[in-house]
């Protein structure tokens, strides 16, 4: 019944948990400061963790360096190289049969018209180059103030007539991390970007099968696109293909599967180029770059390996059915005119150049390769759950089981998350359920099971207190105890009390009202005992045994107890004239020393309690009240180095059980001399004490008469009177002063 009681609470607290951690790390992953991070560290690691890949063989790239310029007898300054050398490195791939040659070089100005010609004219023969445009931002007056554009630059008009198409490709120059590339936009519009650009003329091969099925499915733009592969090659049209094809996919985004469905039974090969092709077209206009490794993991050729007096045979070349990109690619970093960084940077200290970036995207689109992050909604919805598992998983565990949780829970997220990367290229998110909702889930679980272990403590603290000391109540509470097992040897002093006649008391009242009486009469005990430091250690029938306790003797602590002896008198006093009939007259017995608090007990009933000599000490002492006539009888040892009490030697007894006797001292008073006749009474017993302990019985006698007939109540001086009279009659064999009593 306790477990399914406490089973809901803990549901909900877990419930309350997850869905706190999930919120807060859906909200953290929204926030842009945090998509960075995600992108500088997350997105780091995932490549960190998969390493270099080996990159698709379509593709090549043909690096401009100083060490080429110095094979070609050439200055080391592109611009100061003869464009020759680039007309005959066309002719060199025709004949190799590169399939496409994509030029990372800007040609925005006439040179040496010669080789201006033959360049321009290498261009038109291959039919197949492609090469790169810059854009400017400029302003442009309007009405409400200057407006900032992209302007494309071209290259000069016998190139860009030449050229089977041209086409910028924009990146960062800011020293960050470069992680993505336009296919549209910045700059491009719907004409693509260089990779974009070069991917549809790889794919002319299949440009009749594509215009088939893009017929098929709207016949509008038949008429609106070249009919054949030749016609696009011919007319230099392939930048208006790749923008009407954009057109139509944007503008119909059901018209990806039907194009898909309609090219029918063509050749995998072919089929998997066309689908490269339309997921392109009907894509988002940037994508993420899946670099393959650092710097020339992608096949690169020196420049000079291709023509020259260094350039190698063909066959060694094989760039058959390969697209090239021609651009600056350094063997050495500090020479890289255009160098970019990447995820791999810091683990090469080389720099990508931008060619290769080029290249990679383009290998990307070509292998449907590139790193695919989660939709918005996909992203917080991941976020969301894992918070959720994380906070409600870890609100049901104790802190151990939280911490090896979390650090579980992290490493397989981690490890499922770099799988996904690895194997289809799926970036799902690190940063926030890692290194946020991780330690936060934790920090929230823990103080969690703080606050409700707290709570539940300070119920167990509530409940124990109505029957065990407070220091107990802390122990069990604190710590797990076996039973038995907490022991403490401590210095203190022991407060017993007892009823007078409480058995005719509780003769003559039924149970019930007998009950209420003692609640009453213990409620005055107890409440006094705190107020001067004491902890209620045992309450049995009419008795009640009191401690102060601590690890070395403390006169301050028996100073305590003494005045919470005479405000128990006191107040019982007042408790008693209130009830009348029902009165609970009460004994008081202290002593001090050594004693053990532990659970006391056996097979599966124990009580925590105090043991030691001062225990029976001071329950013997509270007996003595009953034979001398006090209420506050008090050890010898009780009152060392206590000040502020009035107090008398009442004399040394052997109590019952003992073999050492005990000297016994009455308290009086607290905090004010008494008054001239009692101080004068408490003279004359100490004086007759005297007597009395010496032997001289007849001495004794009239001194303990004197005292009774000035204070007919003097419960000791009366109780040694008899001692004395009858001692001179039939004195004891063997005297040293101690009086021996029975009672218990």
Aim: hydrophobic content about 45%; glycine content about 8%; overall charge neutral.
């Amino acid at each position: 019944m306790g477990f399914s009681r406490r089973l809901p609470l803990k549901l909900k607290r877990a419930a309350a948990l997850g869905a706190a951690t999930g919120v807060l790390g859906a909200i953290l992953s929204l926030a842009p400061p945090v998509l960075e991070l995600e992108e500088a560290m997350g997105l780091r690691w995932l490549f960190g963790r998969r390493g270099p890949v080996v990159p698709t063989d379509r593709v090549a790239v043909i690096g401009i360096s100083r060490d080429s310029a110095e094979a070609l007898g050439v200055p080391p300054e592109l611009d100061e190289w003869p464009r020759r050398l680039h007309a005959d490195l066309i002719e060199r791939l025709s004949r190799l049969g590169a399939a496409v040659i994509v030029f990372d070089i800007i040609f925005q100005e006439p040179r040496s018209p010669e080789d201006d010609g033959r360049l321009a004219a290498a261009i038109g023969k291959a039919g197949n180059v492609i090469l790169a445009e810059r854009v400017v931002t400029e302003p442009i007056s309007w009405a409400g103030g200057d407006v900032w554009v992209d302007k494309r630059i071209l290259p000069i008009p016998p190139f860009k007539e030449a050229a089977l198409a041209s086409a910028p490709f924009t990146l960062p120059v800011v020293p960050v991390t470069t992680s993505q590339f336009w296919t549209f936009g910045r700059g491009a519009g719907d004409i693509g970007t260089l990779p974009v650009v070069a991917l549809q003329a790889f794919a002319l091969s299949g440009y009749e099968p594509l215009l088939a099925a893009l017929s098929s499915a709207r016949p509008a733009l038949r008429g609106r696109l070249p009919g054949t592969r030749e016609e696009v090659l011919a007319t230099r049209s392939l930048e208006n293909v790749v923008r009407d094809l954009r057109g139509a996919f944007r503008e119909h985004p059901e018209l990806a599967r039907r194009v898909l469905a309609g090219v029918g039974e063509t050749e995998a090969s072919e089929r998997r180029l066309l689908e490269a092709l339309v997921a392109v077209y009907a894509g988002a206009e940037h994508r993420y770059l899946n670099y393959y490794g650092p710097a020339k993991t992608i096949r690169t050729i020196p420049y000079h390996h291709v023509i020259g007096p260094m350039a190698k045979p063909d066959e060694e070349l094989a760039l058959r059915g390969k697209v090239v990109f021609v651009g600056y690619s350094e063997s050495r970093q500090s020479e890289q005119q255009d160098d970019f960084i990447s995820v791999f940077s810091l683990r090469s200290g080389q720099n990508l150049s931008g060619v290769e970036i080029a290249a990679t995207a383009f290998a990307n689109l070509l292998e449907q390769s590139s790193i695919r992050p989660l939709p918005p909604a996909a992203h917080v919805g991941v976020v969301l759950v894992v918070g959720f598992l994380y906070g409600a998983a870890l609100a049901w565990l104790p802190t151990v089981g939280m911490l090896v949780l979390a650090v579980a829970g992290a490493g397989l997220y981690s490890a499922f998350a770099s799988w996904q990367f690895a194997s289809s290229g799926l970036w799902l998110p690190l940063v926030v359920p890692v290194l946020m909702q991780t330690p936060v889930g934790l920090l929230a679980a823990v103080l969690a099971s703080h606050r409700s272990l707290r709570l539940q403590r300070e119920r167990i603290r509530r409940v124990l207190g109505y029957y065990l000391p407070t220091t107990a109540v802390e122990r069990l509470v604190e710590q797990s105890v076996e039973a038995g097992s907490d022991r403490q040897l401590l210095y203190g002093t022991c407060l017993f009390t007892d009823v007078e006649q409480y058995t005719s008391v509780s003769e003559r009242m039924d149970p019930a009202r007998l009950g209420e009486l003692l609640n009453a009469y213990y409620e005055v005990l107890v409440e006094a005992v705190r107020r001067h430091g004491g902890e209620v250690s045992d309450m049995a029938g009419d008795s009640m045994l009191a401690i102060w306790a601590g690890v070395r003797p403390d006169a301050a602590d028996r100073s305590r107890a003494c005045r919470a002896a005479l405000a128990i008198a006191a107040e019982v006093e007042a408790f008693n004239r209130a009830r009348g009939a029902d009165a609970m007259p009460t004994r008081i017995g202290l002593a001090s020393g050594q004693l053990l608090l532990a659970n006391i007990g056996g097979a599966d009933r124990f009580e925590y309690r105090a043991v030691g000599d001062i225990v029976n000490t001071a329950a013997r002492l509270q007996s003595l009240n009953r034979v001398l006539g006090t209420r506050v009888l008090v050890s010898e040892r009780t009152l060392e180095d206590v000040t502020g009490l009035t107090t008398r030697n009442v004399g040394r007894f052997l109590l019952r059980g003992k073999t050492e006797p005990v000297v016994v001292h009455e308290v009086l008073g607290a905090d004010a001399p008494p008054a001239p006749e009692r101080a004068a009474l408490v003279e004359i017993f100490a004086a007759a004490l005297d007597r009395f302990q010496a032997g001289d019985w007849a001495a004794a006698e009239a001194r303990f008469e004197q005292i009774a007939a000035r204070d007919p109540g003097d419960g000791p001086a009366r109780y040694y009177l008899g001692l004395a009279r009858r001692y001179r009659t039939d004195p004891p064999s063997a005297w040293d002063g101690t009086v021996e009593v029975g009672v218990k």
